[in-house]
């Protein structure tokens, strides 16, 4: 591991659980980074609970937040930003600014933009946000984290299998695209789709999985390639740790984040898994 690095995140914040920046942050720290979250919306808890309660946060507090880490020369710092839910879509020419000046210190600042604005066939997020993140942040990022369904939504692309996974990954036009959630005939499959790099990770796919696997693998992911890893070497390493975690975790309201934060720095071996690199010249035809 190389030395620590510090990382922006912009994304929900809850008072229980682990969902958003209550995943995202405690994975960071795990991997030995600096993580600085920012608050999108401010919850209870995550929305599966009945009575939960929070607002948005509003834009002009979260530039006020913004200009103080601006301010505090931590902006100037930053090895990479990690963005996730959006409470507003006018949130999203914020967190555009922010991504921007940041970069401006160091062009070799990464982005990730994790779009977390829908799932199972449905946008949760309000209304224009995940057109804000298509247009605001979409061409801002090196990296980008959709599940399938979120990259249906920003490629207008349908996604049946792996092949039709890459062409719409390929559509976005970003430097890396990594998909959770594509279909595969035995499994789950998470594609990264980098230049001529196309790489196919698969886990045994698991039953009625906790809220909150988008934040993580995001998070884990972005962590290990701002720290100098390889694209394959994080994947699955990301992958790995994100499986553990939801495994030990399946049928409860919450990720078992606390119990398994060893997984987290040391993912544990699964037999089932595979990684494969898919042949440059077939990617399009699955």
């Known amino acids: 591991m190389s030395s620590p690095k510090a990382i922006l995140s912009i994304q929900s914040e809850v008072v229980a659980g682990h969902v958003g920046n209550a995943a995202a942050r405690f994975a960071l720290q795990r991997l030995g980074h600096e993580a600085w979250g920012v608050p999108t919306v401010i919850l209870s808890s995550h929305a599966g609970h009945a009575g939960f309660a929070g607002e948005a946060t509003s834009p002009a507090l979260l530039r006020k937040l913004l200009e103080a880490l601006s301010t505090q020369g931590r902006l100037a710092i930053a090895d990479g930003v990690l963005t996730g ?3 507003s879509a006018e949130q999203a020419p914020v967190v555009a600014e922010a991504v921007a000046r940041t970069k401006a210190f160091d062009r070799t600042t990464l982005y990730c933009m994790d779009p977390a604005f829908g799932d199972d066939g449905r946008v949760y997020a309000r209304p224009g946000v995940a057109e804000a993140m298509r247009d605001t942040l979409l061409p801002l990022a ?3 984290t959709p599940n399938a369904f979120e990259l249906s939504v920003l490629s207008g692309l349908p996604i049946a ?7 719409a990954a390929e559509a976005l036009k970003r430097p890396i695209v990594v998909v959770t959630s594509v279909p595969v005939p035995d499994g789950l499959g998470t594609l990264l789709v980098a230049a001529d790099t196309a790489l196919l990770a698969t886990t045994p ?3 009625q999985p906790p809220r909150g696997a988008g934040d993580l693998i995001a998070a884990l992911l972005f962590g290990h390639m701002v720290a100098g890893r390889s694209v394959g070497e994080a994947l ?3 992958v790995l740790s994100t499986y553990r975690v939801l495994e030990a975790s399946a049928g409860q309201p ?3 984040l606390i119990a398994e934060q060893e997984a987290l720095s040391a993912p544990p071996r699964l037999e089932s898994f ?3 690199t898919l042949a440059v010249g077939a990617r399009a035809h699955g």
């Open 236 to 238: 699955e390493r990301a």
């Open 205 to 207: 796919k698991l039953e």
């Open 274 to 276: 595979r990684l494969d």
């Open 161 to 167: 299998d792996t092949g039709s996974a890459v062409a």
């Open 142 to 144: 090196d990296i980008v």
């Open 254 to 256: 919450e990720m078992a």
């Open 85 to 87: 839910y959006l409470g």
